[in-house]
């Protein structure tokens, strides 16, 4: 029997989502499969940095560093958790890199594929763990729905997939310092949250990822302020089966709670949640009237970020380098399909230049 791994983690950044990723690795849950300890905050500042600490984990005493670098040097830190915007990810990852450490990093991994390509070969070099931080394809939600779709059939040959992510994030009140609003921050809404709808997309139409997966055609239309996108709608086709994805975003509009719809020959699943990263449950409703609907529950401590978090431990224990699920070869092509869709709508960044 394997003991359940304890991995010591060095935050980087200390913005929203750190703050729900360490509240989310402390939780204590009964079924938890590795240990989650916060060794190391990285903040931009010392004093932010243990602001951070006092209000998020008030009674653990991790060591704050008032630099990034300072973390990343921490011989006691095993996995650096970057939780930056997108526009910091390579050289947050590259420096993590440089002194050897496991990485979990926010989506978007990069700001395209090239960048994404760069930080793999890096790590490669170096032997050590890196993953994209793409929760929701942990959840055991979405693995129950990939086994009935593609493997049970559950509702016959996939014909279409709908997914939309909106949240109204009231971007014209931002000022330009804002990673929402600032396109050297990465700002637009296809890599804030588009990038789940794709994610929806992507794994609901194809039983395969990565470089087993079939390539869809992309076609797609973005609506630019400023040259960020505010509302993003991309098509993807299966030439091999026809299927469709009609995939969404928008920093506008608050999305339903029923997010996707996935149909099928014998019927279609609805599914639904406080937000399209955060699926809670879906409902089957066959075609024939005969049969009854049913509703799949998944109810769950905290948000849900422990998932990946166990995932990450457990393959660092075993010595691997990246994860199954969410494997380099997949955050290379979800970076891919979204340079194809900003660079067909001229919603590029400065670095898509360098
Ligand atoms: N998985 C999810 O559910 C989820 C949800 C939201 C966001 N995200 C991803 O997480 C990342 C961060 O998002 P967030 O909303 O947490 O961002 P945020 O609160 O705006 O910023 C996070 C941290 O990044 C640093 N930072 C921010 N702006 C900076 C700038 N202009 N220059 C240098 N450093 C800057 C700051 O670190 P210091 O604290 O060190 O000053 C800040 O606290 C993004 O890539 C986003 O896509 C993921």
Same mark, same amino acid.
């Given at each position: 029997?394997? /003991?359940? *791994?304890?991995?010591?983690?060095?935050?980087?950044?200390?913005?929203?989502?750190?703050?729900?990723?360490?509240?989310?690795?402390?939780?204590? $849950?009964?079924?938890?499969?590795?240990?989650?300890?916060?060794?190391?905050?990285?903040?931009? /500042?010392?004093?932010?940095?243990?602001?951070?600490?006092?209000?998020?984990? *008030?009674?653990?005493?991790?060591?704050?560093?008032?630099?990034?670098?300072?973390?990343?040097?921490?011989?006691?830190?095993?996995?650096?958790?970057?939780?930056?915007?997108?526009?910091?990810?390579?050289?947050?990852?590259?420096?993590?890199?440089?002194?050897?450490?496991? #990485?979990?990093?926010?989506?978007?991994?990069?700001?395209?594929? $090239?960048?994404?390509?760069?930080?793999?070969?890096?790590?490669?070099?170096?032997?050590?763990?890196?993953?994209? &931080?793409?929760?929701?394809?942990?959840? *055991?939600?979405?693995?129950?729905?990939? $086994?009935?779709?593609?493997?049970?059939?559950?509702?016959?040959?996939?014909?279409?997939?709908?997914?939309?992510?909106?949240?109204?994030?009231?971007?014209?009140?931002?000022?330009?310092?804002? %990673?929402?609003?600032?396109?050297?921050?990465?700002?637009?809404?296809?890599?804030?949250?588009?990038?789940?709808?794709?994610?929806?997309?992507?794994?609901?139409?194809?039983?395969?990822?990565?470089?087993?997966?079939?390539?869809?055609?992309?076609?797609?239309?973005?609506?630019?302020?400023?040259?960020?996108?505010?509302?993003? /709608?991309?098509?993807?086709?299966?030439?091999?089966?026809? %299927?469709?994805? #009609?995939?969404?975003?928008?920093?506008?509009?608050?999305?339903?709670?029923?997010? &996707? %719809? #996935?149909?099928?020959?014998?019927?279609?699943?609805?599914?639904?949640? *406080?937000?399209?990263?955060?699926? /809670? $449950?879906?409902?089957?409703?066959?075609?024939?009237?005969?049969?009854?609907?049913?509703?799949?529950?998944?109810?769950?401590?905290?948000?849900?970020?422990?998932?990946? &978090?166990?995932?990450?431990?457990?393959?660092?224990?075993?010595?691997?380098?990246?994860? &199954?699920?969410?494997?380099?070869?997949?955050?290379?092509?979800?970076?891919?399909?979204?340079?194809?869709? %900003?660079?067909?709508?001229?919603?590029?960044?400065?670095?898509?230049?360098?």
């Amino acid at each position: 029997m394997t /003991s359940v *791994p304890t991995i010591r983690w060095g935050i980087i950044g200390t913005g929203w989502i750190s703050t729900e990723v360490v509240k989310d690795l402390i939780l204590e $849950r009964p079924d938890a499969k590795a240990v989650h300890v916060i060794q190391a905050i990285g903040c931009s /500042s010392l004093s932010k940095g243990q602001a951070f600490a006092k209000s998020t984990i *008030p009674h653990l005493s991790p060591t704050v560093y008032g630099s990034y670098a300072e973390c990343y040097a921490d011989p006691k830190v095993d996995l650096i958790y970057i939780g930056t915007p997108h526009a910091f990810h390579k050289d947050n990852c590259l420096e993590a890199i440089q002194h050897g450490k496991h #990485i979990l990093c926010e989506k978007a991994f990069t700001l395209n594929a $090239r960048e994404a390509r760069e930080v793999f070969a890096a790590a490669k070099a170096k032997g050590v763990f890196i993953m994209e &931080a793409m929760w929701t394809r942990f959840f *055991p939600l979405m693995q129950t729905l990939q $086994r009935l779709l593609h493997d049970e059939k559950i509702i016959g040959d996939i014909l279409r997939v709908f997914a939309d992510f909106g949240l109204n994030m009231d971007v014209k009140s931002l000022g330009p310092e804002s %990673r929402l609003k600032n396109k050297a921050l990465g700002a637009g809404s296809l890599l804030d949250v588009g990038i789940y709808s794709l994610t929806w997309g992507l794994l609901c139409l194809d039983r395969n990822i990565a470089d087993k997966a079939e390539k869809p055609k992309v076609v797609s239309l973005l609506s630019l302020e400023e040259g960020v996108d505010m509302t993003s /709608s991309f098509l993807l086709l299966y030439p091999s089966t026809g %299927r469709q994805g #009609i995939l969404t975003s928008t920093m506008s509009v608050k999305s339903d709670e029923t997010f &996707a %719809r #996935i149909e099928g020959s014998k019927g279609t699943i609805f599914v639904e949640g *406080p937000g399209t990263s955060i699926p /809670s $449950r879906f409902k089957y409703v066959p075609n024939n009237k005969d049969e009854k609907e049913k509703v799949f529950e998944f109810e769950k401590p905290g948000a849900g970020y422990y998932y990946e &978090a166990d995932a990450v431990a457990m393959d660092i224990q075993a010595g691997r380098t990246e994860n &199954a699920v969410m494997p380099w070869a997949e955050t290379i092509r979800v970076m891919e399909i979204m340079d194809d869709i %900003r660079y067909t709508n001229g919603a590029l960044f400065p670095q898509d230049a360098e």
